[in-house]
């Protein structure tokens, strides 16, 4: 089957740690989106990338930071400086930058003790 | 700037009856896109549609029906005899096209449709 996976599903981890968030896609897709979804709102692009080896800050990058070296993988990591990192975050893919149906992944719930 | 208000924060229906969800939309772009997502309890976004600033056709998909209207930038989503798989938490989107943008979807802050039996 095609599509996206996150893993883990739940997250938890001390304060002060990093921690890397998996996202892998099947779908051959070009482009990949990382977003936090916090309770009550939308959500807010944090970083994306349009190829392989290239990314992009969204809205709210401090405290991330992200790797694209396969088309497939698109892994985040939640660093220490991070202010406040506990929240739902999903992955997302679509064919290109500019074909902009994103598909999204199961999501991922980091909680930081 | 590009800004999408879903003012109805939450709604609650009874099974079977028809209900509306709002999205308004702000852009300075005359290409943009619209979308609407459905995040059911466990999560995972849905796509549901797309329509392109161009096509103000109203669509329908079975019980799923999109009013799209520029002169109120305005792109309302009706689900007409609801039934309780339909709660979730919905979301409006808008893609601009120009500027080289066109990657970033900006999302509106969700409405919590609960159907109850």
């Known amino acids: 089957d095609g599509g996206i996976t996150q893993s883990p599903k739940y997250l938890f981890r001390k304060e002060g740690q990093n921690v890397t968030l998996s996202c892998e896609q099947n779908?051959?897709?070009?482009?990949m989106y990382w977003y936090r979804q916090d309770p009550g709102q939308g959500l807010r692009l944090i970083y994306y990338s349009q190829i392989v080896n290239d990314f992009q800050k969204g809205d709210i990058a401090e405290g991330y930071s992200v790797s694209r070296e396969k088309k497939e993988s698109f892994p985040l990591t939640v660093t220490s400086a991070q202010k406040n990192p506990t929240a739902f975050y999903l992955c997302?893919?679509?064919?290109?930058?500019?074909?902009?149906?994103?598909?999204f992944g199961p999501g991922t719930r980091l909680t930081v003790l | 700037a590009q800004k999408v208000t879903q003012a109805q924060t939450e709604i609650s229906v009874v099974e079977k009856e028809d209900v509306t969800l709002d999205c308004v939309y702000e852009t300075r772009d005359t290409t943009y896109y619209l979308f609407w997502y459905k995040q059911p309890p466990s999560g995972e976004l849905v796509f549901l549609i797309r329509?392109?600033?161009?096509?103000?056709q109203n669509e329908i998909s079975g019980r799923y029906s999109w009013n799209f209207q520029k002169s109120t930038s305005s792109f309302n989503f009706t689900i007409t005899a609801s039934q309780v798989v339909d709660s979730a938490v919905y979301f409006c989107?808008?893609?601009?096209?120009?500027?080289?943008?066109?990657?970033?979807?900006?999302f509106g802050k969700g409405t919590l449709l609960t159907v109850n039996p």
């Open positions: 329509r392109n600033s161009f096509d103000e």
């Open positions: 989107a808008l893609s601009e096209a120009g500027g080289g943008s066109n990657y970033k979807l900006t």
């Open positions: 997302a893919s679509s064919l290109s930058a500019h074909y902009n149906e994103q598909f």
């Open positions: 779908l051959n897709h070009d482009a």
